[in-house]
């Protein structure tokens, strides 16, 4: 007989996983938000992560918000979002009220589950008590638990979920197998088993760690670069020739991974009495990002900042990351506050981007179409959209006014061709 798999939270991460899965199991697609399932339910994906048509067969998924349809599933998978509170310490509300629902639907010899990024030790520590507690059921007695950390990559053709290699991990080893089974039926690059759950948390939270440090390197050192009136660019190709030379480009660090994950792996630091002060330079280095660029614009506008109100600037892309539609954490808003503090008129065009899904402040900003030619004193490239590359340089630059001041964050021009880049 056929495993039935439930999967809790259908996002970026959520989705594609029902979706792979129902190719092979019968899967219940649980989400609280019940527009999110009813526009699933008429197929629509608001990620863009999955394209319904013809070809997609949906006979084995069932999108639902009731919970209830959890109940008798075999394995029970939470994908739900971990992001960080105002002062920079995990949000679990999330990941906190999927196990009280799951708790109340796992039966015997159910396997729980989790996908979603944490601190190491937090499966263990924070959800499994909840799921004792609302089951009534014991640990390797009457369920397992598994932890296998996702590793979605919004907006790339490259690296989706069946060509990543999966990390999984188990509360015994029967666990483990059974988790490994089921993941590969999907996953076509091949399964690593971790020792431990708490390995796996720890192996997931340092991948986006260690990308969060060496963009800040670059975006440090692009900043002292620019002090010098020199290329960074030049500088990082003449760099790249070297073989053991590692190659990462300065800009904003958004989005719902690199952004917020040091910040899990500082706050269990600190339960254990340690004060990580590399991992928080790089935060505080990228964090700072988008206030040091409405600077460099700000000034570029005129003497000593005077008249700046009267300024008009365009910016170009609004999610955290090239090609996609995500817009959680990106750092293109930050930079918009920043301008907006001195009151310049700013405006904003992202073709990808459905102008309902933006904040009421934001949305009053945002042109759809018929954008006014030589009007904008500066235009600012925030993402690098294909969409962008393909309409040029020169089509940009019409709809600034004579010698607009064009910065190019992330590079996708040559810098001879515009005014400013990181």
Same mark, same amino acid.
């Given at each position: ?32 938000d ?22 997609v ?10 919970y209830?349809?959890?109940k ?7 994908a ?12 679990l ?6 196990? +009280? ?18 601190y ?20 390797n ?35 483990v197998?059974?988790?490994s ?11 690593y ?21 060496n ?11 620019d ?22 480009k ?10 917020v ?22 935060? +505080?280095?990228?964090d ?10 700000i000034?570029?506008?005129?003497? +000593? ?13 609004l ?11 990106s ?69 600034? +006014? ?21």
């Open positions: 007989m056929k495993s039935k798999i439930a999967v809790i939270g259908l996002g970026y991460v959520g989705l594609p996983l029902a979706f792979e899965f129902s190719k092979y199991f019968e899967v219940i697609a649980y989400d609280h019940n527009i999110r399932v009813k526009e699933l339910k008429k197929g629509y994906d608001r990620t863009n992560e999955i394209k319904f048509n013809k070809k067969k949906l006979k084995n998924l069932k999108f639902t918000n009731n209830l349809f959890l008798n599933c075999d394995f029970i998978i939470i739900v979002p971990t992001p960080v509170k105002k002062n920079k310490n995990p949000d509300s999330h990941i906190i009220n999927a196990s +009280k629902v799951v708790g109340k639907c796992i039966k015997k010899s159910s396997i729980v589950i989790y996908e979603s990024t944490v190491p030790g937090c499966i263990e520590e924070v959800c499994l008590p909840i799921l004792e507690k609302n089951s009534k059921l014991r640990l007695k009457d369920f397992y638990l598994g932890y296998s950390p996702e590793r979605i990559n919004p907006g790339k053709d490259g690296h989706k979920l069946t060509d990543i290699i999966k990390i999984v991990s188990g509360s015994n080893k029967y666990a197998n059974k988790i089974k089921i993941y590969k039926k999907i996953i076509k690059a091949g399964i088993k971790a020792e431990s759950i708490k390995i796996a948390e720890a192996a997931k939270v340092i991948e986006n760690t260690q990308r969060d440090l963009i800040a390197l670059v975006n440090e050192l692009s900043i002292i670069f002090k010098l009136n020199l290329d960074t660019k030049k500088i990082f190709n003449a760099a790249a020739t070297k073989w053991n030379f590692v190659s990462y300065p800009g904003l660090v958004g989005g719902h991974c690199i952004g994950d040091p910040y899990y792996l500082t706050y269990k630091a600190r339960q254990i009495k340690y004060n990580p002060e590399v991992i928080l330079a790089g935060r +505080k280095i990228n700072g990002m988008s206030k040091y660029i409405a600077k460099k614009v000034s570029s506008l005129g003497k +000593k900042n005077k008249n700046v109100s009267q300024k008009r600037i365009l910016i170009f892309g999610p955290y990351k090239e090609n996609c539609v995500d817009l959680r954490n750092k293109v808003f930050d930079l918009i506050d920043n301008l907006q503090k001195k009151n310049i008129s700013t405006h904003l065009f992202d073709p990808l981007i459905d102008k309902k899904n933006l904040k009421t402040k934001y949305e009053k900003m945002f042109l759809e179409n018929n954008i006014k030619k030589n009007y904008y004193h500066a235009i600012i490239i925030a993402v690098g959209h294909k969409i962008f590359t393909k309409m040029g340089i020169n089509k940009i630059k019409l709809l600034g +006014k004579l010698n607009v001041k064009v910065f190019d964050l992330k590079g996708i021009f040559p810098t001879d061709q515009t005014y400013w880049q990181l």
